[in-house]
């Protein structure tokens, strides 16, 4: 008698031994043909012989396998729920999982019991209340045909980091790297060795495990030792962040790609939803990561997102169509949790672009620059925030800039100030509009701090020509101006690759910007 179960059991992989035969079976019928063509017929008909014989042997196997299975089938859970884990604070939590069909299954957690039957495709959920902040470890007990216990379960904050290698980077790295020259962001080299704070947990998406459901609920870790090591340094000190501001467990997960463009993370849905794709080609295999690191967890509660990626497809050249991609992953990611929550990114660092050989597209100085202002047109989303990064890369040629603490803590500020509503001081200044009086340049920005004179503006006149200009703090704007300039029309801020500009609030950096956006008009937010 086949069961749901058993089909799901071919499909996520839980009974390998079981498609192997069939592999194996599919393949003996093939081998007489082939063998006829090769061998005097005798040979062939010892060969059809052995085939006959082989199959015979694979499908009682094969039944075998099935009856034991359908008589013994067990309850399975999806990787991300495991020991150690964090659960979301305050939301309704789900906990699934897959067995036989029509299999009673009880969930005991937190002075909770719920109840669910699974369905004809072997599946099963509950929904437990929202659930109150605890540093205290509890235990989850799921009970059916078999039981399974999960121990050393916090309840806190979540947050789910992607991305490619700079995301990706390992807290290995970190003892290993030369030592950075601004001594003011610290170098905590030996934060392994010194990570002791059981407060923090770590989930690393394993590709091709995560579709399968899990049998050994050890997937989520206490952030330290070797699982540490391997784990995403950028997310880590986020939590870190976190976690001793708000003095609440924090649970990271980590499913990042190096090398990786923007479209895998994208599936092609989330792209026929952007009318600004209508017609054009997608290549970099969309869907590709979505479908196997992304929505396998989207039924697990978490509290935002964080992203660093973007330097793939800076190398194509990519400006708006950057932004509509972006636009499209956050779209799709929001919908598959079913909320609006915040999503919280890096502008890529400073790098030699301009000096990179490439046979697709030609790449400049202004390459760079150009991609930071398709980033930050997607800042016109609800709910969005980005960090800068043009002070932290000590070399041009280095794509992997080591001072991922920094941007880790970054983060941290934004979620702090924009999710957790904290009185922290989280952006440099950001540009607003102009105003064009006489000679000078009056521009408007948000976190305005005062300053003396501002290195790293440059102004033009109706050439179009930019000039180094002078810049300076005046009644709560900058005032920009130069001598060479009679009647300014545009000024740019740190539009180089190799920026070197100095205009900072609260110890943290200005966005690169120009007045002369051309995105502006070009990106719609809605």
């Not at 390998?16 to 035969?21: A, D, G, K, Q």
């Not at 899990?214 to 391997?230: E, G, I, N, T, Y």
């Not at 990042?256 to 923007?262: D, F, L, M």
Request: hydrophobic share 40%.
């Amino acid at each position: 008698m086949k069961t749901a179960f058993g089909v799901l059991g071919l499909k996520f992989g839980v009974f390998p031994s079981l498609r192997i035969e069939l592999s194996s079976l599919r393949g003996t019928k093939q081998s007489p043909l082939k063998e006829s063509h090769d061998f005097s017929s005798h040979r062939s008909g010892f060969a059809m012989t052995t085939a006959m014989k082989t199959s015979k042997q694979s499908l009682l196997l094969i039944l075998f396998l099935f009856l034991s299975i359908t008589a013994h089938a067990k309850i399975l859970l999806p990787q991300i729920l495991a020991s150690n884990m964090v659960l979301q604070r305050d939301q309704p939590i789900n906990i699934w999982g897959f067995a036989a069909a029509g299999e009673v299954v009880k969930v005991d957690f937190a002075g909770q019991t719920k109840q669910s039957i699974t369905d004809q495709n072997g599946k099963w959920a509950v929904v437990l209340s929202a659930l109150k902040t605890s540093s205290v470890p509890q235990n989850m007990t799921i009970a059916g045909s078999n039981t399974i216990e999960l121990n050393n379960i916090l309840v806190g904050e979540v947050w789910l980091c992607s991305g490619q290698s700079n995301m990706e980077y390992q807290m290995r790295k970190l003892a290993k790297i030369p030592k950075p020259k601004n001594e003011k962001l610290g170098f905590p080299a030996d934060e392994v060795a010194k990570a002791k704070n059981t407060q923090i947990r770590i989930f690393l998406v394993n590709r091709k495990a995560l579709t399968r459901p899990d049998d050994v609920h050890k997937s989520w870790s206490v952030a330290q030792d070797s699982a540490l090591r391997a784990f995403s340094a950028v997310g880590y000190f986020f939590a870190k962040e976190v976690q001793e501001k708000l003095g609440v467990p924090v649970g990271i997960i980590s499913s990042a790609v190096s090398g990786s463009a923007i479209e895998p993370w994208i599936s092609p849905e989330g792209f026929a939803k952007e009318t600004y794709f209508k017609d054009k080609k997608l290549s970099n295999d969309p869907g590709k990561f979505y479908s196997t690191m992304i929505e396998p967890l989207s039924d697990f509660k978490i509290s935002g997102f964080l992203w660093y990626q973007g330097e793939t497809n800076c190398f194509l050249n990519e400006t708006i169509s950057y932004s509509y991609k972006l636009k499209s992953l956050i779209n799709l990611w929001r919908k598959a949790w079913g909320e609006q929550l915040p999503f919280y990114y890096v502008q890529i660092a400073p790098f030699n672009y301009s000096k990179q050989k490439s046979d697709k597209v030609i790449l400049t100085t202004d390459t760079e620059p150009n991609f930071w202002e398709a980033q930050q047109q997607v800042l016109r989303l609800p709910n969005t925030g980005m960090i800068s990064t043009t002070d932290l890369n000590d070399n041009g040629e280095d794509l992997h800039p080591t001072y991922k603490w920094e941007v880790g803590r970054r983060l941290a500020l934004l979620a702090l100030a924009k999710t957790y509503h904290q009185p922290v001081n989280y952006s440099g200044p950001v540009y607003k509009n102009v105003v064009f009086k006489g000679t000078r340049a009056i521009l408007s920005f948000d976190h305005l701090a005062s300053m003396d004179a501002i290195a790293g503006f440059t102004i033009a006149g109706k050439n179009g020509k930019f000039v180094v200009a002078d810049a300076t703090v005046q009644g709560g704007k900058v005032v920009v101006s130069a001598k060479e300039i009679t009647k300014p029309i545009a000024v740019r801020y740190n539009w180089n690759e190799n920026p070197s500009g100095n205009f900072y609030s609260n110890g943290l950096p200005a966005l690169p910007f120009r007045t002369d956006n051309p995105l502006i008009n070009q990106f719609k937010a809605n």
